[in-house]
C-alpha cells in the first residue's frame, strides 16, 4: 500500500466518525450571531451559531442535514474556531478555502487538512466549505464587537 492510501484511509476515517458522531450538533438559544447556509448542488443545509464576545468565539455549535462531507466539515469547524479570535477565525476560513480550491495553502492546517482529500471532488468543495460559509457570514453581519442582544 502506497502511503498516498494509507492517508486517505485515515483521512475517510476522521470523516466517517465526525459524520456519525459530530460535535457540537446543538442549536444554541444565546448565541450572539447565527447564519443559515445552504448548498443546493448536493442539498446540505446547515444552521451556525456562534457567541461572540471580547473578539473571542467563545462557543460555535451547528445543526442541519447534509451529506458526510458538510456534516463532518462543520463538526471539524466547530471544534476548530472555538476559543479563537474572530481574525483567526477568518484567516482559517481564507485558508480552508484554499486548501479546498488551490494547490497547498501556505499554513499548517492541522487535523483540518483530513478535508483537502476533497480536492479531487470538485463537485464536492463546496460540502466541504459550506459551514465555513456559514460561520464567515454570521460573524460578518454582526461586524466585529457587535452583539446583536
Ligand atoms: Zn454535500
Not at 18 to 36: E, L, T, V, W
Not at 81 to 90: A, I, L, S, Y
Not at 93 to 112: S, V
Request: proline share 3%.
Amino acid at each position: 500500500m502506497r502511503d498516498d492510501d494509507g492517508l486517505r484511509d485515515l483521512y475517510q476515517e476522521v470523516i466517517f466518525d465526525h459524520n456519525r458522531a459530530p460535535r457540537n450538533f446543538h442549536a444554541m438559544d444565546d448565541a450572539s450571531h447565527r447564519a443559515d447556509g445552504h448548498n443546493p448542488l448536493c442539498g446540505d443545509q446547515l444552521t451556525v451559531y456562534a457567541k461572540v464576545s471580547g473578539g473571542i468565539v467563545q462557543d460555535v455549535s451547528f445543526i442541519g442535514h447534509g451529506c458526510a462531507i458538510s456534516t463532518a466539515s462543520a463538526s471539524l469547524m466547530t471544534e476548530a474556531v472555538r476559543g479563537q479570535p474572530v481574525e483567526q477565525v477568518e484567516a482559517l476560513f481564507r485558508n480552508i478555502h484554499a486548501m479546498l480550491t488551490e494547490a497547498h495553502p501556505d499554513c499548517d492546517l492541522g487535523k483540518l487538512e483530513v478535508l483537502s482529500g476533497v480536492r479531487e471532488f470538485p463537485s464536492r468543495v463546496k460540502c466541504a466549505t459550506l459551514a465555513w460559509h456559514t460561520l464567515h457570514n454570521a460573524i460578518i453581519q454582526a461586524g466585529d464587537t457587535a452583539v446583536t442582544e
